[in-house]
């Protein structure tokens, strides 16, 4: 239950183009300009049962061009709220260290709790709540027409926030993202991350997840995404394809 309870985290992405790039577009460097508040907003499920839907928010500001802060959260529900919790809340610090032409190299860390209400369960039950410590690495090469960015974390995971035993649990995330801006108003994305343990009886397991996606921005500020994704498991032993795709849709907007 508490693994499970765990990774719910993790469920918890220059000109040279002929067009003015998008502020917010979908765009896996991207980072809120100074003095900007970020809202990116989604509504996804991840089965083959179009009744089990979860709600994500991620809300961020840019201190300066090169330093950023957020906080994500997300709800879900199961059966068409036969069941039904509050997720997980996540802060995040993200600072760009090399920034020069179309070259981009970010640090990233955070903290985060899950599951916050859990279904049918007391709020921030003492049983099922874990907390996350992250630290990680992106960086790519970016213009005005495509963007290829790859990314790097560690992640412990224990029954308590500043108790860092041998009985927490170590993951590593793993993966690459791309974007190919067709217009001022369109881009496609798309992606692939693996994710696996380190900690004996579950060193062997990990899963990779892809993701397709369309964006469509409504102006510079404003747009809206639709994305699919699917995925591979290894925690039986054997590869094997999870059921199902997942699938949702986006609203991100910069102000």
């Known amino acids: 239950m508490k693994k499970i ?27 809120p300009r100074a003095g900007h508040f970020y809202s990116e907003t989604s509504l996804y499920s991840h ?3 179009s009744e ?8 961020g500001y840019g201190i300066t061009n090169n330093l950023a802060v957020n906080v994500k959260t997300s709800v879900s529900e199961q059966e068409s709220f036969d069941a039904y919790g509050w997720d997980d809340v996540a802060f995040g610090l993200t600072a760009r ?47 005005a027409m495509w963007t290829i960015a790859g990314h790097f974390d560690f992640n412990y ?13 170590h993951m590593l995330r793993a993966g690459v993202d791309g974007q190919y801006v067709i217009d001022s108003n369109w ?11 380190t900690d004996d009886g579950v060193k062997n397991g990990g899963s990779w997840e ?18 699919v994704s699917g995925g591979l498991t290894h925690e039986t032993g054997d590869w094997e394809w999870v059921d199902g795709f997942g699938y949702g849709v986006k609203f991100g907007i910069e102000f």
């Open 5 to 31: 309870a765990l990774t719910s985290l993790l469920a918890v992405f220059a000109a040279s183009g002929a067009h003015a790039a998008n502020a917010i577009d979908g765009n896996p460097l991207y980072m």
């Open 47 to 49: 089965s083959e049962n």
């Open 52 to 59: 089990d839907w979860t709600l994500g928010e991620e809300f």
């Open 97 to 143: 260290l090399f920034d020069v032409r179309e070259w981009k190299l970010d640090v990233y860390g955070g903290y985060g709790v899950a599951p916050i209400w859990p279904y049918h369960a007391p709020f921030l039950a003492e049983e099922d709540t874990g907390y996350m410590w992250t630290v990680g690495v992106r960086g790519g090469y970016k213009t």
């Open 157 to 169: 995971m224990g029954g308590e926030s500043f108790n860092w035993d041998e009985e927490g649990m």
């Open 187 to 197: 881009n496609l994305v798309a992606g692939a991350e693996y994710t696996g343990w």
């Open 210 to 227: 892809g993701v397709f996606g369309v964006n469509y921005n409504f102006d510079a500020n404003k747009y809206i995404g639709a994305y």
